[in-house]
C-alpha cells in the first residue's frame, strides 16, 4: 500500500475508513506498530464501529493519508480485536505518556505522533511535545496559528525524532532501540538523576535498571536520599551490590544509611569482604559529623621510602583512589604522621625520603567534628581534603572538598523542588 | 511490629495530610466559618460531622492513590483520559485557583489594616517576598516556614477557648442538629462543604504524597496523616464558628468577611481576641497565597508535559514561571485597584471550583478502581459505596450551592 508523505496520528484519529463500494468500515481509534529496523511500524488500525473493534491489517489499506483512508477490504472479511497487553498501541501506550528526551537530557509528554511512508510502511518516527501537538488534539490547531500569526509568531513543532527516545517504563522497552540506551549512558550522571528525579519512583527505578553498574553508581550518588532508598530497596540484592560496590566509601555508606536495616545487612553481606568493613566503619558515625561525610578511600606511605619510590606506587595506587592529592605519612600503627601534597612529590628530588618534605603542622578535625565546623575549615585553609583523625592521632579517613561543597550548597538534583 | 517503631513510621510519612489541610483553611474557608458562626450560632457545628467524614473519605483514595501510583492526579488523569480532559479541567483550575489567590491578598490586606499597616504597602510587600521566597529560596526551607506557619493556627483554638462558650450547648449542637429549614441556613451549610472540599486540595495531596515517595508497606501510616489533618481542619473550623457564635451572634452582629469578625471582636472580646482572629487570619491568607499559585503552576505543567520547577529561570520554564508570577502579580494588583470587582472573582472562582469538584471526583473514583494501576489497592466494595455516596451526595450539595449563588 503505498503511502507517501506524512501526518500525524491525531489528525487521523476517529476519522472513517471506507471499504471498496465506499461504505464505512468503522472509525479509527487506535494504530498498532511493532518493532522496525531503525523506527517502529504500523501493522494495523484498530477501528470501532457501534462499540466492537476490529483490527484491519496494513496490507488491507489502500489509501492512507489525513483526508483519505480506505481499504481493499469488506466488513465481513475484518476480524475482531481485543484490547490486549501484548500489543504496542500508539494511542493508548505512548499518547500522554512521560518518555526521556535522551538528546535534550529532560522528561516530556507525548502530545502527538508522527507517522512517516517509507517504501511501503508507515513508521513511527517523531513525537510531538510541543504545545502545536497540544492545540492539534484539542482540535483548534489553525485558530491557534492565527492567534500567534497577529503576534508575528510561528506556531513551531516541537518533534523529537524516535531514536532519541528512551522509555520509562519496560512496556515500551520491547520496541526500544539500543541507540537511546548508549545515549542516555552517555548523558552526565546529574543529568540522569535529574530525570529520575522528575518522574515517579517506579518509573524512576525501571528506568535506573536500564542503566550500566559504573553510569548507575555515579547517578545514583546524585540522586535525594529517599529516591536512593526507594530504587535500591526495589532492586534484587545481587544488582544493587554490584552498583553499591561500584560507589566510593562514603557515598555508599550514605546510601546503606538510608535503607531499612535488614536490606542493608543483606546488601554488604554480598559486597566484597574489604568494601563492605569500610563501608561498615563508615555506617558507624552521625551523618553530620565530620565521620559521617568521610571516605576511608586515602593514600598512605610510611615516611621511610624515597620520592622515587612514592610516584612509582603512586602510578599504580592512585587508580583505585577518589581523591590523590594529598599523601598522608602514617607509622606502621597508622598514626598519622604528615602529609605530602601531589604537588610536592612531584617537585621533590627523587632521592629525597618522604620524611624529609613532609609537612606535620597539618589541619585535622575528628569524627565527631559538626560538618559546618569541617566546611569553614577546609573553607579557611583552601584544602582538598581535610584528615579525620581519632583523639590518640590515628588516621581514620579524609573529607573531601567535593562532600563540603554538598553540604553549603547541595546538588541540584537534591536541591531540586519537589511538588509542593 | 512494636509501638516505638509505628511512631518512627508515622514521623517519616506525616505532613502531606496535614500541611493540605491546614492550608485548606485559607481567606475564605475562614470567611465562611465566620460568617456562618456570626449568623447562625452554634446551630451549624454539626454540618462539620459529615463534612469531616466525607474530606476523610475522598482525601483517603486521592492519598492512597498517590502511594500506590507514585504519581500526581493531574499526570494520572492525562495519561488516562487524554489531553483534551486534561486541558479544560487546568484550565478551570487555573482560574479558580487565580480567584483564590485574589480571595488570599484581599484578606492578607484586610488583615493588615486591622493590624494598622497600610495596604498599599503590604500587599506589594507580601506578594514580592512570596515570590522570591519561592523562586530564590530552596524548597526545604519552603516546606519548613509552611509547618511551623500551621502552628499559628492554634490561634483560633485559643479565641474560642477564651470565648468562653457554654461547652454544653457546644457538644449538644454539634451532635444533636437542629436544621432550621430556610434557604438561608441550607446555603450556608452547602457553602462548608463547598468551601472545605475543593478540587485543588485533591491535586496538592496526591501530588505531595507522590513525591515524598512513601511505599505501600508505609500505607497505614499515611492514611492516619490524612486522616488527623481532615480532622485539624475540622477542629479549627470548630472553633472559629465557636468563637464568632459565642461573642457575636448573641448580639445580632452580622458580618460578610472574615476580616470583619476580627473588628467586631474588639469591643466585645478585648484586644486580644481581635488580634488573634487577625494574625491568624494573616497568616491563613499569605500561606494560601504561597500555595496555590504554585500549585497550580505546578499540576499544569505537568499535566501538559511543560519544564516546572522553582529553581528554574523564565528561559527554562517559561509557562511554570509565568503562570506562578502572574496569578500573584495580577492577584496582588486587583486587590489594589479601588472598585476592582473582586467580590465578582470570588464567586466566579467559587462556581468553577464547584463545577470542576464532580469532575474530579469522578475521575479519582474511576481511577481508583483501575486495576492495572492500583492492583490490590483499588477500593473494595464497601468502601466504593460509601465513595460512591458521599461523591454523589458532596456534587448534588456544591451543585445546588452554585445554582443558588448565581441565582
New interface residues.
Given amino acids: 500500500m503505498p503511502f507517501f508523505g506524512e501526518l500525524f496520528v491525531s489528525e487521523i484519529l476517529r476519522k472513517p475508513v471506507l471499504d471498496p463500494k465506499g461504505e464505512e468500515l468503522g472509525k479509527v481509534r487506535d494504530i498498532v506498530v511493532v518493532r522496525g529496523e531503525a523506527f517502529p511500524k504500523v501493522t494495523a488500525l484498530i477501528l470501532e464501529k457501534k462499540k466492537s473493534l476490529m483490527n484491519l491489517p496494513w496490507t488491507g489499506l489502500n489509501i492512507f493519508n489525513k483526508r483519505i483512508i480506505s481499504s481493499n477490504i469488506y466488513t465481513e472479511s475484518l476480524q475482531t480485536y481485543e484490547f490486549n497487553e501484548k500489543d504496542l498501541l500508539i494511542v493508548r501506550d505512548i499518547?500522554?505518556?512521560?518518555i526521556v528526551d535522551a538528546n535534550g537530557a529532560?522528561v516530556?509528554?507525548?502530545?502527538d505522533v508522527k507517522l512517516e511512508g517509507y517504501d511501503s510502511e508507515a513508521l513511527l518516527i517523531a513525537v510531538d511535545?510541543g504545545m502545536r501537538g497540544?492545540m492539534r488534539?484539542?482540535g483548534f490547531e489553525r485558530g491557534g496559528e492565527d492567534v500567534m500569526r497577529i503576534f508575528k509568531k510561528h506556531l513551531s513543532n516541537n518533534l523529537i525524532s524516535w531514536t532519541y527516545i528512551q522509555p520509562l517504563e519496560p512496556k515500551l522497552t520491547k520496541i526500544s532501540l539500543t541507540v537511546p540506551r548508549q545515549m542516555v549512558s552517555e548523558l552526565h550522571p546529574a543529568d540522569i538523576a535529574e530525570i529520575i528525579s522528575q518522574v515517579?519512583?517506579?518509573?524512576g527505578a525501571s528506568f535506573f535498571k536500564g542503566l550500566d553498574v559504573e553510569t548507575a553508581a555515579e547517578a545514583l550518588s546524585e540522586l535525594e536520599p529517599?529516591?536512593q532508598a526507594?530504587i535500591i530497596?526495589g532492586m534484587d540484592t545481587d544488582k544493587a551490590a554490584d552498583i553499591i560496590e561500584e560507589m566510593p566509601p562514603d557515598e555508599a555508606a550514605d546510601v546503606l544509611s538510608d535503607l531499612p536495616v535488614d536490606k542493608a545487612k543483606e546488601i554488604l553481606e554480598s559486597i566484597e569482604k574489604e568494601e563492605a568493613e569500610d563501608i561498615q566503619e563508615l555506617l558507624g558515625h552521625e551523618e553530620d559529623t565530620a565521620g559521617g561525610l568521610m571516605t576511608n578511600d586515602f593514600i598512605t606511605y610510611p615516611p621511610e621510602i624515597s620520592v622515587k619510590d612514592a610516584i612509582e606506587k603512586f602510578r599504580k595506587d592512585a587508580e583505585d583512589v577518589e581523591t590523590v592529592y594529598y599523601l598522608y605519612i602514617t607509622d606502621p600503627d597508622e598514626k598519622l604522621l604528615g602529609v605530602v601534597s601531589l604537588r610536592e612529590l612531584l617537585l621533590a628530588p627523587l632521592d629525597a625520603k618522604l620524611s624529609d618534605i613532609l609537612e606535620t603542622k597539618l589541619k585535622t578535625v575528628t569524627p565527631d567534628t559538626d560538618e559546618i565546623e569541617v566546611a569553614e575549615i577546609v573553607a579557611k585553609y583552601n584544602l582538598v581534603a581535610i584528615p579525620v583523625v581519632d583523639t590518640e592521632g590515628f588516621m581514620l579517613g579524609i573529607v573531601t572538598v567535593d562532600d563540603v561543597i554538598d553540604v553549603i550548597l547541595?546538588p541540584?538534583a537534591k536541591?531540586?523542588?519537589?511538588?509542593? | 511490629m512494636s509501638l516505638w517503631k509505628k511512631v518512627a513510621v508515622f514521623i517519616s510519612v506525616m505532613g502531606p495530610g496535614i500541611i493540605t489541610a491546614n492550608i485548606d483553611n485559607d481567606a475564605s474557608g475562614i470567611t465562611t466559618y465566620s460568617v456562618a458562626g456570626a449568623r447562625f450560632g452554634y446551630s451549624l457545628l454539626w454540618t462539620l460531622i459529615p463534612t469531616t467524614i466525607a474530606l476523610v473519605v475522598i482525601q483517603e483514595m486521592v492519598g492512597r492513590m498517590g502511594v500506590v501510583t507514585g504519581k500526581g492526579l493531574s499526570d494520572l488523569i492525562r495519561e488516562n483520559y487524554g489531553v483534551k480532559a486534561t486541558f479544560f479541567m487546568m484550565l478551570g483550575l487555573l482560574i479558580a485557583n487565580f480567584g483564590n489567590t485574589v480571595a488570599n491578598f484581599a484578606g492578607w490586606a484586610a488583615s493588615m489594616e486591622i493590624l494598622g499597616l497600610s495596604k498599599y504597602m503590604m500587599v506589594p510587600f507580601g506578594a514580592v517576598t512570596i515570590w522570591i521566597l519561592v523562586t530564590k529560596g530552596s524548597y526545604r526551607f519552603v516546606e519548613m516556614i509552611l509547618l511551623y506557619a500551621c502552628i499559628i493556627f492554634v490561634g483560633y483554638i485559643i479565641s474560642g477557648v477564651m470565648a468562653n462558650p457554654d461547652w454544653n450547648t457546644v457538644i449538644k449542637q454539634t451532635f444533636v442538629p437542629k436544621i432550621q429549614w430556610k434557604s438561608e441556613y441550607i446555603m450556608m451549610s452547602i457553602a462548608i462543604i463547598g468551601t472545605t472540599i475543593t478540587p485543588w486540595m485533591q491535586f496538592y495531596l496526591q501530588s505531595s504524597i507522590a513525591e515524598k515517595g512513601i511505599s505501600k508497606e508505609h500505607y497505614k501510616a499515611s492514611r492516619l496523616d490524612v486522616i488527623i489533618g481532615c480532622s485539624i481542619t475540622d477542629i479549627i473550623s470548630f472553633f472559629i464558628i465557636i468563637t464568632c457564635g459565642t461573642l457575636l451572634f448573641p448580639y445580632g452582629i452580622r458580618i460578610n468577611e472574615a476580616s470583619e469578625a476580627a473588628l467586631a471582636l474588639r469591643p466585645l472580646a478585648g484586644d486580644y481576641a481581635s488580634l488573634i482572629f487577625a494574625i491568624s487570619l494573616a497568616n491563613a491568607s499569605l500561606l494560601g497565597a504561597i500555595i496555590v499559585p504554585l500549585a497550580t503552576a505546578y499540576y499544569i505543567c505537568e499535566a501538559l508535559g511543560w519544564e516546572a520547577g522553582v529553581n528554574k529561570t523564565f528561559k527554562d520554564a517559561p509557562q511554570f514561571m509565568w503562570i506562578y508570577t502572574l496569578t500573584i502579580a495580577l492577584a496582588s494588583l486587583l486587590v489594589l485597584i479601588p472598585g476592582a470587582p473582586l467580590v465578582f472573582l470570588m464567586v466566579l472562582s467559587a462556581v468553577i471550583n464547584g463545577l470542576l469538584l464532580p469532575f474530579v471526583l469522578v475521575f479519582a473514583i474511576l481511577l481508583i478502581n483501575n486495576k492495572k494501576l492500583m492492583g490490590e489497592f483499588t477500593n473494595s466494595r464497601m468502601q466504593n459505596y460509601i465513595s460512591w455516596g458521599t461523591i454523589i451526595s458532596v456534587i448534588f450539595l456544591t451543585v445546588s450551592w452554585v445554582v443558588t449563588s448565581v441565582f
Avoid at chain 1, 95 to 98: A, C, H, I, V, Y
Fill in positions: 499518547f500522554d505518556k512521560q529532560k516530556v509528554r507525548v502530545n511535545v497540544i488534539r484539542l515517579s519512583h517506579k518509573e529517599e529516591v526507594a530497596t547541595p541540584s536541591r531540586k523542588r519537589r511538588k509542593v
